[in-house]
């Protein structure tokens, strides 16, 4: 019986070896590029799940596939998906690929419905880019408004008005730009007072005039928003607050009441409304330990609280 | 020649004998092979068989790294229980050290071999769970059928039940949890992904036999002074009149349990040997258990000058306000003070040393008799209980409050609420589970309130379910609702944490010190000279982390926008869940830039009012809001 090595001599086995590592290199390096085998609005469908797991490699794959489509809508949504998976595809994003498919719907397929988030993200590419440095804040309000005068009262619309409204909320220390921001949401509310972004959009205001210490305002907005969270919960069954802002809300709305207001029958309303509605809140003791202390004092508020500012 | 043929004839034979030699030595080696083979082969059906792989059911596999106590067993109690009532299914318990948990997971996660439920942390685990778990959040609005009439237990008599125990029998699963499953939440994700089991609280372990000893009391006594609940509570508790967790004892101050910590100290000395006993098991992370609880009691009263927007917090701009501009003084902030030297009071209670002790050290300390007492989680309850066996009784209680008598009465006056508190041991589903009903059914086996306590009865934890019994030593793992929240940390950035940590650890671990007042002095003088030199860069550090949040915050949002886009629905038909998620990530990423751009505002203020140095007068107008 001849030794193994003895083996590799004969030509016949290295041929053989040989021939076995080719073929495994050969598998093992290449790149299955080849399309799916199946039709482009199954791609897309696969393709959009893929993302989801952010398996992107695959993902481009399949949206190449869904590429083919002769279909215009699908074919919009694939150049869509395509520029989501080249913006937010972690590690190795392309932005400037991104931008020329979000571009492609927009300019070859207006009126697909995947037109009008093309454009959204077109925008929010403009006034939140992945540096600072690189904001083009007019360019960027110009692209919501386009949005919210093509698709009036549609879901990416009412984002659009909501991300417009917030580039002048952002400047913090520009008063006028601000109240801007703050008199475009209540026309805008005022207009489509069903829209799901109202409560989030009076919560917003009530936190700017928080920051500008305008305490009835602030109080007066948060109240708003909370009324119409729950008109949104009547509607729908569910809210659009977190439970996490409307606990924080509530805090606010009855320690700005006590504290800034001096209106204590407020104070007391909502930190009832903290211990009544906000089970498992951390700030439900506080809340009633606070309601006894009103409730015993509402003739002479004491400042000894802890919450009085020294 | 005649010669020559001999010796070729010879050649040959030896050749033939030699080969005839191999061939015998490869047949017994090939059939030493195949034996062997045969024989593993046979092992591997044989086991196979007998886990059920081998059949036609189900089978499920539950992976966890809850080694502790007899958690192991209490599970495979579990199996065999669900066993009885759904045959058809298999479960698999696959225990796995904690040390190698996460690269096993990761390993067959990445092959897809991964079990169907894993233990997972749905805080910190993100990247994993968003490639390779499930959400769960289609199956928690539905109620857990193990909750029904059919299942419905009796009350068990070894337990103690709290008032508040509703009927679960159509309850949406999420709500009989007592959390509302709100730790199973990944914000970043906008979906539910763990089903927990237990919750876990934090408390003082101690050894009721040492603390006997020393204090000369009994131990009826000593349990009636530290709030363990007598017969006489439980008896209340079991008919509904209170929660069973005794009087509170508010009775039990600081000062008794310093008295208490030298006594042991007196108990060791008495023996001769004074490092035999120590009062309290320290290391690095016990130090900190007690930093984390005394620190947020004692800031509490800096609430006041901190909260300009009211929301019951201190943002970081809020504390670069309030030192910078000399609202709140470091160095004679009386709060700030009294934290520090009540935790370099409770550090000279620990093992000399205890910095670079690690926490098995002091689990090691506390069950061999030579610590009276340690601070630590539930979640080491059953390992505690498990060591000690019967060698000594354990006492449980909560951080004692300053009494009206003590130095620190002013300021540790309330305990950390645990209202918010979330329950653990979170199982995930695995994306490629082939039997993800089946998991789903499992786990909603084991949290099902009669399974969930009993479950948790065995593993020596609080259970997760709402109304779930406890047994009665555990009842002061019971989350306390009523307290006060975190308010201050004392940095505002990871310069400033570094600086402070090291500071810190060489303030509570000095041994020998001529007077506290004066370390704390030089300590405090010390940092708050570094906090002046890096908070403001700090922060800008902070403000940059923070952009690149919201643009993930950003990613997220888009996710949500896509899965709206695939419905192709207005908003008032869209999925709640769907719809509920835009409008949080969308206001939330939107809020949180306004959030930014108000607290940068505000940071650049002070730097105005103070040039970037810290103001040690207290400004004179009583508001400064921005």
């Known amino acids: 019986m001849t030794s193994l090595p003895s083996r590799f001599q004969n030509w016949r086995w290295l041929v053989l070896a040989g021939a076995s590592l080719l073929a495994a290199a050969t598998g093992c390096s290449a790149k299955d590029d080849a399309l799916p085998d199946v039709p482009p609005a199954d791609a897309l469908e696969e393709g959009w799940e893929l993302i989801r797991v952010a398996n992107f490699e695959d993902a481009e794959r399949y949206l190449r596939r869904a590429l083919e489509a002769e279909e215009p809508e699908t074919l919009a949504e694939a150049c869509y998906a395509m520029g989501h998976l080249w913006q937010y595809r972690i590690m190795d994003e392309d932005l400037a690929q991104a931008r020329q498919y979000y571009q492609r719907v927009v300019d070859e397929f207006p009126t697909s419905r995947t037109a009008a988030w093309a454009m959204l993200a077109l925008a929010r590419m403009e006034s939140l880019p992945k540096t600072e440095k690189d904001q083009d804040i007019d360019q960027a309000r110009q692209m919501y408004q386009q949005i919210i005068e093509d698709y009036p009262g549609q879901i990416p619309a009412h984002e659009a008005a909501y991300r417009y409204a917030h580039t002048f909320l952002e400047q913090a220390q520009d008063l006028e730009a601000q109240q801007e921001g703050i008199d475009y949401l209540l026309d805008y509310i005022q207009k489509y007072p069903e829209t799901y972004l109202a409560a989030v959009m009076f919560y917003d205001i009530a936190g700017v005039y928080t920051f500008q210490k305008q305490w009835t305002k602030a109080v007066d907005f948060y109240i708003r928003a909370d009324e119409k969270d729950q008109q949104f919960e009547q509607r729908f069954g569910d809210r659009t607050l977190s439970f996490n802002r409307r606990s924080v809300m509530y805090f606010q709305i009855a320690q700005i009441a006590e504290h800034e207001l001096k209106n204590y029958d407020l104070a007391i309303k909502w930190y009832r409304r903290i211990v009544n509605d906000l089970d498992r809140d951390n700030r439900q003791y506080w809340a009633r330990k606070s309601i006894e202390r009103l409730t015993g004092a509402q003739q002479e508020p004491s400042d000894a609280d802890d919450g009085s500012r020294s | ?626």
């Open chain 2, 1 to 626: 020649m005649t010669q020559q043929s001999e010796t070729a004839r010879l050649l040959a034979e030896k050749a033939r004998a030699k080969q005839k030699k191999e061939k015998v030595r490869n047949i017994i080696g090939m059939v030493v092979l195949g034996v062997a083979f045969l024989w593993s082969a046979a092992v591997v059906a044989v086991r196979s068989f007998d886990r059920g792989l081998l059949s036609d059911k189900p089978t499920i596999r539950f992976a966890h790294w809850q080694l502790e106590g007899d958690t192991v067993n209490a599970i495979e109690w579990a199996i065999e229980d669900y066993k009885k009532v759904n045959p058809d299914v298999r479960v698999l318990q696959i225990p796995v050290p904690e040390r190698a948990y996460q690269q096993w997971i990761r390993v067959r996660l990445i092959g897809r071999t991964a079990p169907d439920l894993i233990e997972i942390n749905p805080w910190q685990w993100q990247n994993i769970i968003v490639k390779y778990f499930t959400p769960i959040g289609e199956y928690i609005d539905r109620p857990n059928p193990y909750n029904s009439g059919e299942f419905a237990e009796a009350k068990d008599p070894e337990l103690v039940y709290p008032d508040d125990r509703p009927d679960l029998e159509g309850v949406p699963w999420r709500q009989t949890y007592a959390d509302n499953m709100e730790g199973s939440w990944v914000n970043d994700l906008q979906d539910y992904y763990g089903m927990p089991m237990s919750i876990f609280t934090i408390r003082v372990f101690a050894n009721a036999d040492l603390l006997s000893e020393a204090t000369g009391l009994s131990k009826k006594e000593l349990r009636a002074l530290v709030g363990v609940p007598t017969a006489g509570d439980l008896q209340e508790a079991a008919e509904g009149n209170s929660d069973g967790t005794g009087p509170g004892r508010p009775d039990f101050t600081l000062s008794d349990f310093f008295a208490m910590c030298e006594q042991i100290k007196q108990l060791a000395r008495d023996k001769g040997d004074e490092g035999s006993i120590v009062p309290i098991a320290g290391s690095k992370y016990i130090a900190q258990i007690f930093q984390n609880r005394y620190f947020q009691m004692a800031f509490w009263g800096l609430r006041p000058d901190l909260d300009l927007d009211y929301n019951g917090s201190s943002s970081t701009a809020e504390r670069i306000r309030a030192i910078f501009t000399g609202r709140l003084n470091l160095e004679t902030n009386p709060q700030v003070a009294a934290a520090h030297k009540l935790l370099y009071e409770i550090s000279r209670q620990f093992n000399p040393g205890f910095a670079q002790s690690d926490r098995d050290l002091s689990v090691f300390l506390f069950t061999q008799g030579k610590a009276a007492m340690i601070a630590t989680g539930s979640w080491e309850a059953g390992t505690l209980y498990g060591i000690v066996g019967g060698e000594f009784d354990i006492l449980v209680f909560d951080f004692p409050l300053a009494g009206p008598d003590s130095k620190y009465a002013e300021y540790i006056q309330e305990r950390i609420s645990e209202a918010g508190l979330q329950a653990g041991f979170a199982m995930g589903l695995t994306k490629h589970s082939t039997h993800k009903a089946e998991a789903v059914d499992f786990m909603h086996f084991l949290t099902s309130r009669r399974i969930n306590e009993q479950l948790n009865k065995r593993f020596k934890w609080f259970p997760a379910i709402r109304g779930a019994g406890t047994v009665p030593e555990l009842t002061n793992f019971r989350p306390k609702v009523e307290g006060i929240w975190k308010v201050f940390e004392m940095h505002v950035g990871s310069d400033t944490l570094r600086e402070y940590e090291q500071a810190y650890q060489g303030f509570i671990g000095k041994e020998h010190i001529r007077s506290l007042d004066a370390h704390f002095q030089q300590f405090i003088e010390g940092y708050e000279k570094k906090f002046g030199q890096l908070a403001l860069s700090d922060f800008q550090k902070g403000y940059r982390a923070r952009y690149d949040r919201i643009t993930q915050m950003e990613r997220q949002a888009a996710d949500a926008r896509m899965r709206v886009i695939r419905a192709d629905k207005e908003i008032d038909q869209l999925d709640p869940v769907l719809r509920r998620n835009l409008v949080s990530l969308v206001a939330g990423s939107a809020g949180a830039k306004v959030t930014r751009e108000q607290e940068q505002a505000l940071v650049e203020q002070v730097r105005e009012q103070t040039g970037g140095n810290i103001q040690k007068q207290s400004p004179s107008q009583p508001e400064d809001r921005p």
